[in-house]
């Protein structure tokens, strides 16, 4: 192994799809210098994601290229209701729409996001990261280049990468990441194993043209179509590029099948229920399966995105979850390379972030079923009363199921990481603030802890109420999680939850004080001498953000509230002295004045809170 003193970068990433360009121009905005490993040359065959979920968004919001998500090149203004169908010339079963263009919450502006949802597929959205990344000066991207073997001691990690047409070269980094995928060689190079379903079908996506589709179908436009028949649930098509490019995929089984051209275009033509025009751009098989890595950890080496976590499409989590992955590793990079923190910190990346994985893979996977909830009803196109009525049933009912799936912020944005290190969980919850008073009716009323009552909160209540009363039970092997844990979601102060959006009267959004270091977000008579001094002598950054309006003590709650580089709560309490400040920030960071970091289960001081 190479033992000079010479680092080629603090952090190698393998693979440049979305999670490791995402991580890559994240350390390069952190002033963390990186140097990104990709194989192939960025294009893309065929999209695998396609919906940018709002924490992402939110992300795209701290680096500043939010708005070239929403001008990305995918109309605006095509609608992204979700249609249950028998074929394109066939019979609508249902469909879920959405009023704001690219599906996003009905409203944004009372919301909990200052983002929406957007529809950005892959195509689409890989080079905007592509872009960000190689705005941040100190990471270097090197497309066409593997990683051919990696060794690491306590000191480094070594790589050897190969270029196409080059000799093997090392690369000495402080850390390595394995970005690359589903078959990651950095997880297998590890031999760190994964647990969970496994294999859930083999399914075939085909990418085609079809100009003339939109103008031959009398079904309303939707983004995502679901195809029915007799058999039960066998096909979804989405909307590529909202003109004229459709991806098909065949849902498949569990036993390994190969379609043929001729039975490629039989499904095309199946879907699209008469002849029309269409070209065959790619086919692509692959495998659904449900598997989290057993360690996100060894040494100086992490996985991250789908080599840490494989999931069922259904949900839209697996891109999402690995930006976010992302975001958690890299503020915790950069705190352990500056000396802000120990190595500690480090290990919290897995605590934090693998519960998440196996809560949203599992999600997935329950999706999936409701996905094949229809099962088989063999009279569903007879042109007949009897017909008639069973495509009445199945669509009412399949409607009602798979609102789960479409209203899930309670996975997007819901997760708490409450058994972290790097949290300090409350030694007695704080009273509610209550927030602005309103009088009137739904949707100008507010709730008891002074929440305001929104069309879209109403509109998730009453999503909620009609999937738990029409809704199709599924049959899964395990304990699904309660519906309103997944389609529910209320801001909070939690501890290791999401910190709230607000708006506020500049136009800005309390998200908008995170990302770069600790925030302290503090009532305007609030005492943070204590914290601030603290932070210094540790050399932690750590910022304070005063703020008297109503509606933010209302959503904060307690009058000090610690917020994480990554825009998730670390503590919140009425006051700080400094030895409490003291405790807090050394627990969180894993640092110790003169022994070991504090036990996560001993409490503050009784005032603290």
């Keep these: 192994m190479q033992h000079d003193n010479e680092f080629s970068a603090d952090v190698i990433v393998v693979g440049g799809g979305p999670v490791g360009l995402a991580l890559a121009g994240d350390l390069g905005w952190r002033g963390i210098s990186c140097i990104l490993l990709e194989q192939g040359d960025g294009s893309i065959v065929q999209p695998k994601m396609d919906g940018v979920n709002v924490r992402t968004m939110e992300f795209c919001r701290r680096w500043g290229i939010v708005d070239q998500v929403y001008n990305c090149g995918y109309p605006q203004e095509y609608p992204q209701d979700m249609v249950y169908l028998t074929s394109f010339s066939g019979y609508e079963l249902g469909r879920e729409e959405f009023a704001t263009p690219s599906g996003g919450s009905e409203e944004s502006r009372p919301g909990v996001s200052p983002e929406l949802r957007f529809r950005c597929p892959q195509n689409l959205f890989d080079p905007i990261l592509r872009n960000f990344a190689q705005g941040q000066a ?10 051919a ?4 001691d306590d000191a480094a990690v070594v790589a050897t990468v190969q270029a196409a047409d080059g000799q093997p070269q090392p690369l000495r980094a402080r850390y390595l990441v394995g970005c690359d995928g589903a078959a990651s060689s950095v997880r297998k190079g590890l031999g760190i194993s994964m647990s969970g379903l496994g294999t859930l079908t083999y399914t075939t996506n085909v990418l085609f043209r079809c100009p003339t589709l939109r103008e031959n179908t009398h079904i309303r436009l939707g983004y995502r179509y679901l195809f029915v028949g007799p058999e039960g649930t066998w096909a979804t098509v989405v909307a590529i590029d909202g003109r004229d490019t459709w991806r098909l995929s065949l849902i498949g089984g569990k036993e390994r099948t190969e379609h043929g051209d001729a039975e490629v275009r039989a499904a095309i033509e199946r879907v699209l229920g008469k002849p029309m025009p269409y070209t065959i751009l790619s086919i692509v098989p692959w495998v659904r399966r449900e598997l989290v890595a057993d360690t996100y950890r060894r040494g100086r080496v992490f996985v991250a995105g789908d080599a840490a976590h494989m999931t069922s499409p259904t949900g839209g989590f697996g891109m999402n979850m690995g930006i976010a992955d992302a975001v958690d590793l890299s ?5 352990a390379l500056r000396g802000w923190a120990g190595d500690a910190l480090l290990d919290t990346y897995e605590i934090e972030r693998r519960p998440v994985a196996q809560r949203a893979v599992r999600e997935a996977s329950g999706n999936l079923l409701r996905t094949l909830s229809p099962g088989a009803n063999p009279r569903l196109l007879e042109a007949s009363f009897e ?45 509610p603030v209550q927030g602005p008073r309103s009088h009137g009716l739904p949707p100008d009323g507010c709730l008891g802890d002074g929440t305001r009552v929104t069309p879209a909160l ?25 519906a309103r844990e997944v389609m ?4 909070t102060t ?5 910190a709230p959006h607000v708006w506020l009267a500049d136009g800005a959004s309390t998200l908008d004080w995170f990302g770069r270091g600790f925030v302290l977000v503090a009532d305007t008579d609030a005492d943070t001498d204590a914290f601030e001094s603290v932070a210094a002598a540790l050399r932690t950054p750590l910022s304070v953000q005063r703020c008297a309006d109503t509606a933010v003590r209302a959503a904060y709650v307690a009058p000090l509230v610690l917020v994480r580089p990554d825009g998730h709560v670390a503590w919140r309490g009425k006051h700080a002295t400094a030895n409490t400040a003291s405790r807090v920030l050394e ?3 894993a640092q110790s004045r003169s022994g070991p970091i504090c036990d996560n289960t001993r409490p503050l001081e009784e005032n603290s809170l």
Excluded: N
């Design 494 to 498: 939690t501890p290791g939850a999401r």
């Design 488 to 491: 529910l979601y209320r801001q």
């Design 138 to 147: 100190p990471v270097s991207l090197r497309y066409c280049t593997r990683l």
């Design 149 to 152: 073997a990696f060794e690491q």
């Design 458 to 482: 109403l509109r998730e209540w009453q999503r909620l109420s009609m999937h738990l009363s029409l809704g199709t039970p599924i049959e899964a092997s395990w304990q699904e999680l309660p």
């Design 587 to 589: 627990q969180i960071l």
């Design 331 to 335: 503020w915790k990079l950069e705190a």
């Design 387 to 431: 017909g008639a009525l069973l495509r009445y049933k199945v669509g009412k009912h399949f409607s009602a199921t798979m609102l789960r799936e479409w209203y899930k912020l309670g996975i997007d944005l819901g997760y708490v990481y409450s058994g972290s290190p790097a949290v300090v969980p409350d030694d007695e919850p704080p009273s």
